[in-house]
């Protein structure tokens, strides 16, 4: 029997319409009102990596898309550190700016934990703020990563049980593997997560109910990794030999054996900018509140 495929293009176009509902309702209840200031997002892009100019603007589609207003910082790979420290001062007291990101990667005589660090931790739409990443493994409500929440609420919105279950997570990047692993123990899902020094991978792979992999190699997950009807969640993002984009699941083999599956392309992928705009919609809703409260 072939595995139920998860799809991401349909709940992130659900998803995405339901943002646009609720950013249209906003502005028409607004309308008239000179002091009104929809939602906004400012992208930071250092350099020419094409991947990355690539990634910016879907993120800009997908703001459009939604009704989000965007603001693109471009910067030149020999910028310095102070003068990104300084535009991301200039952001964070931006009153038409809710969400603010830096694209990653950052050139190497750039410390990308201080960038991180810059961004005001309200404004933190990526999730890689040093508060937001503590209350996230504290479980308490913030800005969480959108790849990893991308994963937890495609889980949620196809109806599978994350309670109870056995979950391995092969990845322990600080963007996708750790917060997933918070997220998933928040939703009381008994958490392993394995890397390139653990041992027995296939077997602990093999125990699993629910299987992330986010490794960044083609196909490395084969069906000897996956336990008959457990569920597959394929973060990865590879080209192949013909320059196709593949996940790190092989996924003709996954399918046979996996209750349910994500795809790649048209899987996590598409969720993540999603849920920037979710996160960005968050931000703002949380900025909003605090000014009326002041
Ligand atoms: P990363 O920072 O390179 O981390 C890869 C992780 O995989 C590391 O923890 C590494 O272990 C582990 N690993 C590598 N080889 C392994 C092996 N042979 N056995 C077990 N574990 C192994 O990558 P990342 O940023 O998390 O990204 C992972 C993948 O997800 C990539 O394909 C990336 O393109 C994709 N991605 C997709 C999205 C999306 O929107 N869908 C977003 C982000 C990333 P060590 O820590 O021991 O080195």
């Known amino acids: 029997m072939s595995a139920v495929i998860i799809s991401g293009k349909d709940i992130a176009s659900r998803i995405r319409a339901e943002i646009k509902t609720e950013i ?31 990634y910016v603007r879907n993120k800009r589609t997908a703001c459009s898309d939604v009704g989000i207003r965007s603001f693109a910082y471009e910067m030149d790979s020999d910028v310095t550190e102070n003068q990104i420290l300084s535009l991301i001062d200039q952001l964070n007291r931006d009153p038409n700016v809710h969400g603010i990101l830096c694209q990653l990667p950052l050139p190497e005589h750039i410390d990308e934990y201080s960038i991180i660090s810059a961004i005001s931790p309200q404004k933190d739409v990526d999730g890689f703020h040093p508060i937001n990443k503590g209350l996230l493994s504290m479980g308490k409500n913030c800005l969480v990563p959108c790849t990893p929440l991308g994963c937890v609420e495609m889980l949620k919105i196809s109806g599978i049980e994350i309670s109870g279950k056995d979950c391995v997570i092969v990845g322990r990047s600080n963007i996708v593997g750790k917060p997933l692993a918070s997220l998933m123990l928040n939703e009381n899902a008994t958490v392993t997560i394995a890397h390139s020094k653990t041992r027995n991978l296939k077997e602990l792979c093999r125990k699993a109910d629910i299987l992330v992999a986010a490794i960044g190699k ?49 899987g996590v992928g598409v969720m993540t900018t999603t849920i920037l705009m979710k996160n960005t919609l968050k931000a703002y809703r949380g900025i909003i509140e605090k000014e009326k409260q002041t």
């Open 24 to 54: 249209d309702s906003l502005k028409s209840r607004n309308e008239g009102n000179n002091d009104f200031i929809p939602p906004g997002l400012a992208v930071i892009l250092i350099g020419d990596d094409p991947g990355s100019k690539i």
């Open 218 to 266: 083609c196909g490395f997950i084969t069906g000897e990794f996956i336990k008959k009807g457990a569920v597959v969640i394929d973060v990865g993002i590879n080209r192949d030999e013909n320059n196709k984009v593949r996940g790190d699941v092989l996924f003709d083999e996954a399918v046979q054996i996996a209750a349910a599956i994500t795809p790649v392309p048209g």
